[in-house]
C-alpha cells in the first residue's frame, strides 16, 4: 500500500463562564468529537494554521495562546487506497467569545465543563490532550 504523510495544526480551546472553564468540541461527519485542526499549509507556521483554521472552522478569532503547551499526536488512517500518516500539532488556547459559527465542515459544537468535556471525546489522544491541558487552563 502506497503512504503519504499529513500535517496539520489544532487547539484545544476554552473560555471561562461564570468561574467554570470550558472548552469547545466539534462534530465531525464521521461521528466523533474532537477539537478544532486542519492542514498546514505552505508557507504557514502552526501556530498560524491553528488560528486559521479556529477562524473557518468555528468564526472565532479571539484566541489567546497559553504558553508552555504544544504536543504532538500522531496517527494514520486510509484514504483512498493509500495509508496516511498523519501527525498534528495542538496548542491551548483561550478565548472569550461564546458563539460558534460552524463551517459546513461539522455537524454540530458544544462548549463543556471539563469532565463533560472529557467524556464527550471521541478518541483517546483526544482525552490525553484534554488531560495534559489541565493543569495550565486551572491555572490561569
Known amino acids: 500500500m502506497q503512504e503519504t504523510s499529513e500535517r496539520s495544526a489544532g487547539i484545544v480551546l476554552f473560555r471561562e ?4 472553564k470550558m472548552f469547545l468540541l466539534l462534530h465531525y461527519p464521521s461521528g466523533h468529537w474532537d ?3 486542519g492542514r498546514i ?3 504557514e507556521s502552526e501556530r498560524q494554521a491553528a488560528l486559521r483554521e479556529t477562524k473557518e472552522e468555528t468564526g472565532i478569532t479571539d484566541v489567546e495562546f497559553i504558553d508552555g503547551f504544544e504536543e504532538k499526536i500522531h496517527y494514520a ?3 483512498d487506497g493509500k495509508l496516511v500518516r498523519k501527525e498534528v500539532v ?3 488556547g483561550k478565548t472569550k467569545t461564546l458563539s460558534v459559527i460552524l463551517s459546513d465542515e461539522h455537524l454540530d ?3 463543556l465543563e471539563y469532565d463533560d468535556a472529557y467524556s464527550k471525546t471521541t478518541y483517546q ?3 490525553g ?7 495550565l487552563v486551572f491555572a490561569s
Open 109 to 111: 459544537s458544544v462548549w
Open 77 to 79: 488512517y486510509q484514504y
Open 129 to 135: 490532550l484534554l488531560k495534559k491541558s489541565k493543569p
Open 41 to 43: 499549509e505552505k508557507n
Open 90 to 92: 495542538f496548542f491551548l
Open 17 to 20: 463562564e461564570d468561574s467554570k
Open 125 to 127: 489522544n483526544a482525552k
Open 35 to 37: 477539537f478544532v485542526k
